[in-house]
Each structure stands twice: as structure tokens, then as C-alpha cells.
């Protein structure tokens, strides 16, 4: 069993690396040859134990052979490329709890037919649609399993391509959402008949989705009970699993103390309620001497929790921890049931090799490697060992043994992982299964028929988290609570995995200490230095903004943020500071804001959060904390490379937007290489420019004014230039059509090498270095995987 899972496992995750899928061809052989071998295995042992390797070669090509067929069904049900942009109807069900983002509506929706220009189309899979709030137009309300006829407009999932970004069109496709898009508003919608207008609701809540129904109705109660109380977010993703309404204050608290697990609805609370149902319905059957004689209390009790334990992982929405944790729960309780004593280690590998054939792209989710492993650390942490001590001595090791083990594994999936984690939990993990969950859960089902008893309940599980949210923002408060740094490379990894299992090694291993060399390659391995005069420039993948990163040997500059979004979200910290830590940055020497549109500043504030700037250049100083101005003539130079700022002077010529021509436009010059920032400057300061400054502006590689308008990169300003490579900083698919046609052409005709982010991701050259130009690289083709929009 425990071989067998590990090859599926090994199967599952080895396709995830893959750039494309394999054909048909290669999966009917893979099948053939894997019965081939079953035959001949079971033929030539007769009933003796397989070879290790065999039995992890099968199971690794079970796996592989199916996340090959189910990432091939999730591929076909893509949105067709001559849909994305166009105005379709579409029919379906309402598939998730909606979500308020300010004055955007957000749910999942199952379309089951899709019109465009009155002809039926090919269904695409789920969608992610937004819905939102103008004025003259009030978003309906809308509720999970009601049947709707929509107008929207969708396009294929793209996110953001950067090194140590998050891949989001991963998430998205392991969720099976295959497009997303908005409802339209409009005056004269199409339609599919006669009779129905889109835009309407076609059938109230029926028997679809009842589960998801149970769901929202429990979220208005709880929301309704408690009011607008700051923690609420907290109750509710404990007793539906629904985190929507923590803030991200909450969520930055939690991360830095170790406890975001908490929030989840993991194996600790299901086996809580789990064994809260055991105990309970043991007790009543023992009452009943009949029952006992017709069947075990025992059994009785099995049969509850598992009952139980499956009734709580669906309020949970099936989320992978709380798919392990039912399965793991309904081995225990089976083998209790059959009166069969199961080993920890066999009982975990059944529970990984059971969620992995429910959903085999699980593997796609940080989530899924974080439980699995925190429990595998356990059951070879705690097993087999002599004496154990008392109760608070085996919670304290077990809290240290979670941390050391999935250190590792944070650094890499995060960049960054809780110091006080241990003294965290120890404390939290038993204040909220012991006292917060039950409160929770007995709260919400007294909302049922009492809603004055639940709603006391509920603000009884309120005030213990207000006691403990004391101590976790305590804690978060310190400096050194979360450690920051790189994400470790892949090698270092199986070398920290050996040095962990060794550390945590029974008392009789000899020299335990020495596992900590293998965490060492974790904390010390950099990235690679850049030599004295050279530059490495990053254009990065912010979607319909900008933000670049030039790092020297021993300095880093931020020009550009990108944009942040009404719901809070901002590439400063979402993009930018992951980069930077990727790049083992921990500070950024200056920050240079172009201008004041949303689309560059607008992740200013997250990533000072993030990382500190030690000085700040803008054109709009006035809104940037201890900034100061960007003016013509200031200089400087790093590690042997030359920056300049060429522009604003103090009198900026009229014409086009006087934010956009008033941008900070930076120079750099590494060796024979340079590569000139614009901003969003227009065509009345490429005049300026190219007046005052004539052939000085030449520059190797140019960042294109204003993202490709046609405002801008005038004939006479490229020529003046002269760039051998030009970077479109655009979003996929962008409202504003950039880069234009013709201005695309202007480049083209000057035999100009183009690129742009949202085709490449990010851009990243190597500025005087021997190389020079030759290599460009780009993230979204080097770091590809099948699930990627091409």
C-alpha cells in the first residue's frame, strides 16, 4: 500500500511539470504496458510480495495515467478562442457561495448552453463571472442553485507570470474554472427567444447544490448574528469553511504566527467532531442493553462519527484537508467496524492514494503537500517511541515537529515561514478544537430553531477568539516573527527532507544533531551574484500596468509598482515583493514612481509593507511618504552601472495628460547596454525629450511609452532612440486594445525585436554582459506547464 501510494503520488505530480500533455498515443501504451506488467508480476510471483521498485513503478504510472485523462477532460471544456472579447449568453446554475468584493459580485457558474449571435455553441466548463454594481444598475441579488440566463463576456484564464509569483491559472484550473468574465449591462440585450430577456433569473433555488445551499443560508444566519463583529470571518471559515470575509490584517496575523491552518477545516477539527460523535453515541448505546447485544457500542459509535465527520468536510466544501481527513477518519472507523487494527503508516497511505484517485490534481494545491506532510512528520515523529511523557510534553513535541518539517516546504511554496509558530499553536490548536469549534458548531445548529440561543453560543465562540487573537497579534507584532528570504532551490530539498528525518530520528540514533546540516543548503544557497558593471532588468508581468526591477551587484531598483484593485489586491506586494525575495533581496535601494496613475503607483503602499525602500523618487512626491522629486539631471551610479533621470525638468511642454507627460523617465547603462523607462509619457514630452537631449536618448533596449498608445512612440522619437528590442508592458486581452496596431507597426518597420507580458510574462535581460541582447528570457515559455494559456 505505502509503495504503491508513493508511486502515484510520484505519478500524479510528475505530469504537473510537464509543458504539454501527452497525446493519446503515448497514454494507450503507458495503459498496456502497465497491464502488461501487472500480468506478468502477478503470474510470475504468485501471491509473494512485489519488488519495491515494481510495485512504485505501477503505481507511479496508475498515476500519471490518470491526471493524464483528467487534465485532457479539462482542457477540452476550454473557452474557444473566437468567444474571448465577444458578447455570449450563457444558461446554468449558480455553483458557489457569491462573494461581495466592494461593488463586485463574484461567484462560480455551470453554464449548461452558450449563445453567441443566436447560434449555439461549444459549453466550456465552469466559469468565474463578476458582477458589477453601476449606478442605474443594482446587481440582483443572487444565491447558490439558482438557475440564471446571463450576457457576458469571457476570456481564457490568465495571471500573472513572474518568477516567485503565484501561478493563479493553476488555481483556477485545478478548480475546474475554464473561463472567466463579467455580466454585461446593456440597453438592448440579446436574446435567445422570444419570450426570456438575459440578465434574469429563470428558476428559484431547486435541488441543485443543496449542500452549498445549506451552506449560504448558515453563512446570512451566522453573518446576521454577529453582526459586524471584526472576528465574524474567523467563525464562519470554522464552521462552513467560508474565509471570504477574513481581511487581509487577519490573514497577515495568522500567516506570521503559524496558524493559518487553524481557519481551515482541517484533519484536527474533523477529527474532533469525529470523535465528539464516537464518545457521545458509545455512551448512548451502552445505555440499551438489547442494542449492545444486537451490536458493538463501538461499531454504533463508528458509524456516527464517520456520519458526523462526512456531514462537517461537506459544510467544509470538500477542501483537501478535509478530504484526508474524512478519508483517514473513515479507515480508523471501518477498521473499528471490521475489527481490524490498521498501522498509522498504511492508514495515512490509504488516505493519500484515496484523495489522489477522488482528485488527482490535488497535488496542484499547497495545501495538499502542508497536510499530508504535517502528518506524515507526526506519525514518524510519535510512533514507535519508548516513552512519551506527559500529555503537555507530547503536545510540545509535536508542535516542534510540524515546524521543523514543514519548514522546508514554506520556504519554497511561500518565501517565508512562522518563528513563533510552536509557541503559537501550542496554545491556539487546543484553545480553538477545545473550546472555539464546539461553541461554533453547537451555535450554528441552534441557529436552526432558536436563533437568541445560537446567536449567544456564537458570541460565547466570538469572545474566545478575542482572548486568543490577544496573544496571536502579540506575537505577530514581533520583528522576527516570520522568517523572509529566497525560495530555496529544488536540490536542496530531498538534502532538508533526509537532514529532517534524521533529526527527528528515534532517541537511539547516534549524532541526531547532524540532520540540521541538511537544513543549512535552505538558508545559505543565493542566487547567482551579478558581476561589476553589469545589470540584470526585469520587466514584470503586473497585468495593464507597470513594474520593473533593475538589480545591480549589490543594489536593487523599483521603477513602477503596478496597479491595485478595488478589492485590495496589489501587485506591489503580490508581484513585486515576491520577486525581489526570489532574488534574495531584502531591501530596495530606491523606488522610483513614474506618476500618479493607479497603474503605477498602485501597489506603492504594498510593497513598502512588504520590503523597505531606503529612498523614494516621483513626480508626484506630494503622495508618496518621504519621497522626493524626480527631476532632469539627477544621477548616480552602482556597482560600476550608470543611472540617469532625463526627465521632468522644471517646465513640462503642454499637450496630452499633464500627469502622464510629467513622468520620471530613467535611463540605465551597464557596459555597451542600456535600456530607457518612459512611464506614460505622450508625444508632446518625446518631443522635449528628443529636443534637449537629441541622439543621447539612444538606448539598446526601450520600454515603450505609455504601454503602446497611440499617443505616444512617435516616429521621431524612435528614431532618436534607436532601440534594438522594445517591451510592451500590457494586459492580457486590455480594455484599451494596447499595444495599437499601428504603433506595433512604427517598431516593426524598424526592424525592432518586440515583446510583451502579456504574451512572455516576465521579461528579463542581462545588461553588459557578452551575451548582450541575444538572450531574452521569458518566464511564461521557461516556466510552462500545460494548464498555461497559449
Known amino acids: 500500500m505505502r509503495r504503491m501510494a508513493l508511486g502515484f503520488l510520484i505519478g500524479t505530480a510528475g505530469l504537473q511539470t510537464l509543458a504539454v500533455l501527452p497525446g493519446r498515443a503515448f497514454l494507450l501504451g503507458l495503459l498496456f504496458t502497465l497491464l502488461m506488467t501487472v500480468t506478468a508480476l502477478a503470474w510470475f510471483f504468485r501471491g509473494r510480495p512485489w519488488p519495491v521498485f ?11 495515467f490518470m491526471a493524464s485523462i483528467i487534465a485532457h477532460q479539462l482542457l477540452a471544456g476550454a473557452l474557444p478562442v473566437k468567444l474571448e472579447g465577444r458578447d455570449v449568453v450563457v444558461e446554468g446554475y449558480i455553483a458557489s457561495l457569491p462573494e461581495w468584493q466592494g461593488r463586485r459580485l463574484r461567484f462560480q457558474f455551470v453554464p449548461q448552453s452558450l449563445h453567441w449571435q443566436g447560434e449555439a455553441q461549444t459549453v466550456p466548463g465552469k466559469l468565474l463571472l463578476s458582477w458589477y454594481s453601476r449606478k442605474g444598475h443594482k446587481t440582483p441579488s443572487v444565491h447558490v442553485g439558482e438557475r440564471w440566463r446571463l450576457q457576458v463576456r469571457l476570456k481564457r ?12 491559472e493553476a488555481s483556477l484550473f485545478q478548480q475546474g474554472i475554464r473561463a ?12 435567445t427567444d422570444t419570450t426570456v ?11 441543485a447544490y443543496q449542500m452549498d445551499q445549506l451552506r449560504e443560508t448558515l453563512r446570512t444566519r451566522i453573518l446576521a448574528s454577529l453582526d459586524d463583529h471584526p472576528l465574524r470571518g474567523i467563525v464562519l471559515a470554522l464552521a462552513i469553511g467560508d474565509r471570504q470575509q477574513i481581511n487581509p490584517p487577519q490573514w497577515n496575523v495568522l500567516t506570521r504566527t503559524g496558524t493559518s491552518h487553524l481557519v481551515a477545516i482541517s484533519g484536527l477539527h474533523v477529527g474532533l467532531v469525529a470523535g465528539f460523535a464516537f464518545f457521545l453515541m458509545r455512551g448512548l448505546w451502552c445505555l440499551s442493553a438489547r442494542a449492545v447485544n444486537r451490536w458493538p457500542a463501538a461499531k454504533a459509535g463508528a458509524v456516527a462519527a464517520l456520519s458526523a465527520a462526512t ?4 459544510l467544509a466544501g470538500f477542501s483537501v484537508p478535509t ?10 472507523m471501518l477498521a473499528i467496524i471490521v475489527q481490524r487494527h490498521t498501522r498509522p503508516s498504511h492508514l495515512l497511505a490509504l488516505a493519500l492514494l484515496l484523495v489522489l484517485m477522488i482528485d488527482p490534481l490535488a497535488v496542484m494545491s499547497a495545501g495538499f503537500w502542508l497536510s499530508f506532510g504535517a502528518v506524515a512528520t507526526i506519525v514518524y515523529g510519535m510512533s514507535g517511541r519508548l516513552s512519551m511523557n506527559s500529555y503537555w510534553w507530547r503536545w510540545g513535541r509535536v508542535q516542534w515537529l510540524v515546524t521543523v518539517s514543514l519548514f522546508p516546504a514554506l520556504l519554497l511554496l511561500f518565501q517565508q515561514a512562522s518563528v513563533v509558530a ?8 487546543p484553545w480553538v478544537s477545545l473550546i472555539t469549534v464546539p461553541l461554533t458548531l453547537l451555535g450554528s445548529i441552534c441557529l436552526g430553531f432558536s436563533a437568541t440561543v445560537g446567536g449567544w453560543l456564537l458570541s460565547l465562540s466570538t469572545f474566545s477568539l478575542d482572548v486568543l487573537w490577544w496573544w496571536l497579534e502579540g506575537l505577530a507584532q514581533w520583528k522576527l516573527a516570520a522568517w523572509q528570504q529566497m525560495a530555496p532551490p529544488l536540490w536542496a530539498m530531498p538534502v532538508a527532507v533526509v537532514g529532517i528525518l534524521w533529526l527527528l530520528a528515534p532517541r537511539g540514533v547516534p549524532a541526531r544533531w547532524v540532520g540540521l546540516v541538511g537544513l543549512l543548503p535552505l538558508l545559505f544557497v543565493s542566487p547567482a551574484a551579478i558581476p561589476q558593471g553589469q545589470a540584470r532588468f526585469t520587466l514584470l508581468d503586473v497585468g495593464q500596468g507597470l513594474a520593473a526591477v533593475v538589480q545591480t551587484q549589490n543594489h536593487v531598483l523599483v521603477f513602477d509598482t503596478g496597479p491595485r484593485f478595488s478589492s485590495g489586491f496589489n501587485t506591489g506586494e503580490a508581484v513585486v515583493a515576491p520577486y525581489l525575495r526570489a532574488q534574495g533581496r531584502r531591501y530596495v535601494d530606491m523606488l522610483v514612481v513614474s506618476h500618479g496613475d493607479n497603474d503605477h503607483m498602485g501597489g506603492v503602499a504594498g510593497l513598502r509593507a512588504a520590503i523597505p525602500a531606503q529612498r523614494v523618487l516621483s513626480s508626484v512626491p506630494q503622495r508618496i511618504d518621504g519621497a522626493e522629486p524626480c527631476q532632469t539631471g539627477q544621477r548616480w551610479q552602482w556597482d560600476g552601472v550608470m543611472f540617469t533621470i532625463l526627465h521632468p525638468g522644471k517646465d513640462v511642454g503642454a499637450g496630452g495628460r499633464k500627469d502622464n507627460n510629467h513622468s520620471c523617465v530613467l535611463r540605465v547603462q551597464a557596459g555597451e547596454h542600456s535600456v530607457l523607462l518612459t512611464g506614460d509619457i505622450e508625444r508632446a514630452a518625446e518631443y522635449e525629450l528628443v529636443q534637449m537631449l537629441g541622439d543621447r536618448l539612444a538606448s539598446d533596449v526601450l520600454v515603450a511609452p505609455h504601454h503602446g498608445s497611440r499617443t505616444s512612440s512617435t516616429p521621431v522619437f524612435l528614431d532618436a532612440v534607436s532601440p534594438t528590442v522594445a517591451l510592451f508592458p500590457v494586459g492580457y486581452r486590455n480594455r484599451y486594445g494596447f499595444p495599437k496596431a499601428q504603433i506595433v507597426q512604427r517598431y516593426v518597420d524598424r526592424q525592432v525585436r518586440l515583446f510583451d507580458t502579456a504574451q512572455h510574462g516576465a521579461i528579463e535581460l542581462q545588461l553588459g554582459s557578452e551575451t548582450g541582447l541575444d538572450r531574452v528570457i521569458t518566464h511564461r515559455q521557461q516556466a510552462a506547464r500545460y494548464w498555461h494559456v497559449k
Open 54 to 64: 515494481m510495485s512504485v513503478f505501477i503505481g507511479t504510472g496508475m498515476g500519471f
Open 157 to 168: 484564464p490568465h495571471g500573472f507570470s513572474n518568477p516567485g509569483g503565484f501561478d493563479y
Open 180 to 191: 472567466k468574465g463579467y455580466v454585461r449591462h446593456v440597453k438592448n440585450p440579446q436574446k
Open 197 to 207: 430577456p438575459v440578465n434574469q433569473r429563470l428558476a428559484p433555488v431547486g435541488n
Open 311 to 314: 456531514v462537517y468536510a461537506m
Open 323 to 332: 478530504q484526508r481527513a474524512l478519508v483517514m477518519v473513515a479507515v480508523v
Open 422 to 429: 510552536p509557541l503559537a499553536n501550542l496554545l491556539a490548536v
